[in-house]
């Protein structure tokens, strides 16, 4: 079984940074990748970056390009995602997720979810 435990949200100004943290535990290979994903309040949830354990491929959400930065660090089992000048419209509760294989988008690829954590961006 795998656990996965967001940390790190909260409220912040916008142009502000947040580094959101995605602890795993159980079952973990290094042929899985890890994605994030977030939902606002009335939308689908929606893809915002992955990155494959061993870091040599990442993917982002073109909203997010150049502003937030995901990687992996093996040793803790944790995955980061740096968040830079935020923006209102960034405002939602974030979700890690893991599946096997490669990086991918599509929600639905992923089998395990942590229960997120809230980011609120101020203007």
């Known amino acids: 079984q795998v656990q996965l435990v967001e940390s790190g949200g909260g409220l912040v100004q916008a142009g502000g940074s947040l580094r959101l943290s995605c602890a795993a535990s159980g079952r973990t290979f290094s042929n899985y990748a890890m994605g994030w994903f977030r939902q606002a309040p009335g939308k689908e949830r929606e893809f915002v970056a992955a990155?494959?354990?061993?870091?040599?491929?990442?993917d982002y959400a073109d909203s997010v390009k150049g502003r937030f930065t995901i990687s992996a660090d093996n040793a803790k089992n944790t995955v980061y995602l740096y968040m830079n000048s935020l923006k209102p419209e960034d405002t939602a509760v974030y979700y890690c997720a893991r599946r096997s294989g490669v990086v991918a988008a599509n929600p639905r690829s992923y089998d395990y979810w942590g229960q997120g954590t809230q980011v609120t961006v101020s203007s």
């Open positions: 990155i494959t354990w061993s870091g040599a491929y990442t």
